[in-house]
Nanobody
Framework: QVQLVESGGGLVQAGGSLRLSCAAS????????MGWFRQAPGKEREFVSA????????YYADALKGRFTISRDNAKNTVYLQMNSLRPEDTAVYYC???????????????????WGQGTQVTVSS
């Protein structure tokens, strides 16, 4: 199993920035990719970004490209999500997840991820 712990959420004013972290432990060698998803109240969980451990290829939701940046530190088994120019509509619980299957297809779908963190709340005030 892989354990994931998110941190870095909080309250920020519109236009501000936050950096989320997701630390992985356990059978991390089995992880192929890490993803970030978010879920706002009353809405479905949506894809934010993903990164491949080996090589660092990155993927973003089209609407977030340019404001959000995903990165990883392989030595620390940690993935980051830098969020800039935050907007009230970015308010949500942000989750990280890991995928073990070594294929890119479906990387934007929550269904292909095996393990999830507990989530961290991000609130953007107007």
């Amino acid at each position: 199993q892989v354990q994931l712990v998110e941190s870095g959420g909080g309250l920020v004013q519109a236009g501000g920035s936050l950096r989320l972290s997701c630390a992985a432990s356990g059978r991390t060698f089995s992880s192929y990719a890490m993803g970030w998803f978010r879920q706002a109240p009353g809405k479905e969980r949506e894809f934010v970004s993903a990164i491949i451990w080996n090589g660092g290829s990155t993927y973003y939701a089209d609407a977030l490209k340019g404001r959000f940046t995903i990165s990883r530190d392989n030595a620390k088994n940690t993935v980051y999500l830098q969020m800039n120019s935050l907007r009230p509509e970015d308010t949500a619980v942000y989750y990280c997840a890991t995928r073990s299957r070594a294929v890119v297809a479906g990387i934007r779908s929550a269904y292909v991820y095996d393990y999830w963190g507990q989530g961290t709340q991000v609130t953007v005030s107007s």
